[in-house]
């Protein structure tokens, strides 16, 4: 008996809560998504402080500092300011990624206030004592250190080293190297809030159980005193190596099997093309039925899971193919992503390809936004990249609306073999004779350990 996978439906009607946008006296952005049905209110305060800032020589810097805010204000001690917010049933967060630093906490509307008193004290008078930065470096030199050990981690930092000229921000971990982080103080971090954190370079973003009117109030009283101030982050030079494709092997003669990371420079989150490069990664490697993912997991049995993907950030993020494969077929997984690129450049995806990935992005995409939490994430994100006010409204028509024609000019103008950094990670020994043997360029082999200082 056969059977047919039904069809789906009609997409049901979603609206993504509604935002009001207004700008306090001292320049603060605030932006408000009442959601009445859910009695908690979570609250995000976004800064242009990411770690794309960092100076040369100074990488982990706004990392450091913003980990380091949730550490103890002037006022309070990191213990008295945990056991403050833990008397309010809250925790505050605090910390940065490429292209913004952010605090951010999830409390019941009867204690926003007080919480809202208790977070602006850590935006704009942080104690940065000399222990608590200290105790952060020492973690955070620990976490290199175990990246550099683990396979995985340590090809995600040659991968970066690969892809990106050295003068490039993007080349080094947002967190920082060793070097650069040894060499962070407390001094620094204090000028690195005294330069970057103000009110023009913030936007305060809160959603759930609140009113527009008292959320103005509230701001009005606990960051409206907050100096401007506030240096915007320099645009990062997201600039290529080589514009030819080369292949490295990073030697790790302990490595159970293979860490594999193909891909080259990729695109803006801003880029026009988003919507069409979405559903076209999700067919090459972004969704679990996608063309990598079954290549290698289901016809091949190399991996237990393969993936591709766009990294979105505000300057060019990467596009990377990741996978972790058995030593034995290192060479064999590299071609078969290399075949599926150029598959993917070559012909049309299948009418069903493209129904699969389009509905599941518009299907699965309210189901994202379903607490308050996620829609204050949501609404950062969109403050970060500074997406249109119909973005949440639109994204599902917008996906929909790709087609196979789309998702074959934009496969032909965004994937790049001729550009492509292949790189694994693994017994030397046994995988670079095989990579050679792909006749595409002479392996360069380095040790795990080479360049640890930099």
């Known amino acids: 008996m056969t059977t047919t996978r039904p069809r789906p439906g009609v997409p049901g009607p979603y609206e993504f809560p509604s935002a009001t946008t207004f700008t306090l006296g001292n320049g603060l952005r605030v932006i408000v998504a009442p959601m009445r049905r859910l009695p908690l209110v ?47 049933g809250t925790s ?51 976490e290199l250190l175990q990246q550099r050990v683990e396979p995985r981690g340590l090809a995600d930092e040659r991968f970066a080293r690969a892809v990106y000229a050295p003068s490039s921000r993007f080349a080094r971990s947002a967190g920082g190297t060793p070097t650069s982080v040894r ?16 009110a023009e370079t913030a936007t305060l973003i809160v959603s759930g159980d609140v009113t527009v009117e008292q959320v103005r109030a509230v701001a009005e009283r606990r960051l409206g005193a907050w100096s401007r101030g506030g240096t915007r982050a320099r645009a990062v030079q997201a600039s290529s190596r080589t514009p030819r494709r080369e292949v490295h092997v990073v030697s790790k003669a302990d490595a159970p099997q293979s860490e594999l990371r193909l891909g080259h420079v990729g695109l803006p989150r801003m880029h026009r093309d988003y919507f069409d490069v979405v559903v076209m990664n999700a067919i090459l490697g972004g969704l679990f039925s996608s063309r990598i993912n079954l290549n290698l997991r289901e016809a091949h049995a190399y991996t237990y899971g393969a993936h591709s993907g766009f990294d979105w950030r505000r300057a060019a993020g990467p596009f990377v193919v990741g996978s972790a494969v058995k030593t034995e077929v290192t060479d064999a997984a590299v071609r078969e992503i290399l075949l ?59 996906i929909s609306a790709v087609t196979v024609e789309d ?7 965004h994937l790049h073999p001729e550009a492509l950094q292949i790189l694994a990670v693994g017994d030397a020994d046994a995988i670079t004779a095989p990579l050679a043997a792909l006749n595409l360029g002479s392996p360069i082999v380095t040790a795990a350990d080479e360049g640890e200082e930099q």
Request: hydrophobic share 50%.
């Open 92 to 142: 505050v967060e605090s910390g940065a990624d490429w292209d913004e630093a952010s605090v951010q906490l999830t409390v019941t509307p009867a204690r926003f206030d007080d919480a809202m008193a208790l977070m602006a004290d850590v935006l704009m008078t942080p104690r940065f004592a000399e222990g608590d930065v200290e105790r952060l470096k020492a973690e955070r030199l620990a």
């Open 42 to 88: 979570s609250v995000i305060a976004i800064v242009d402080a990411g770690a794309a800032g960092d100076a040369a020589g100074h990488e982990g810097l706004a990392m450091l500092t913003a980990a380091a805010l949730a550490e103890g204000t002037v006022d309070l001690d990191g213990p008295a300011l945990a056991d403050a917010f833990e008397r309010l």
């Open 340 to 398: 599926e690129i150029d598959r993917m450049r070559e012909s049309p995806v299948s009418a069903d390809e493209l129904d699969l990935a389009t509905n599941y992005l518009a299907g699965v995409f309210p189901i994202r936004y379903e607490t308050t939490g996620a829609v204050a994430a949501a609404l950062a994100l969109a403050t970060v990249h500074g997406l249109p006010d119909d973005y949440f409204s639109t994204y599902r028509d917008r």
């Open 183 to 198: 060499a962070l103080s407390a001094e620094q971090a204090r000028a690195e809030h005294a330069a970057r954190y103000g």
């Open 407 to 413: 998702v074959l000019r934009v496969a032909r103008a």
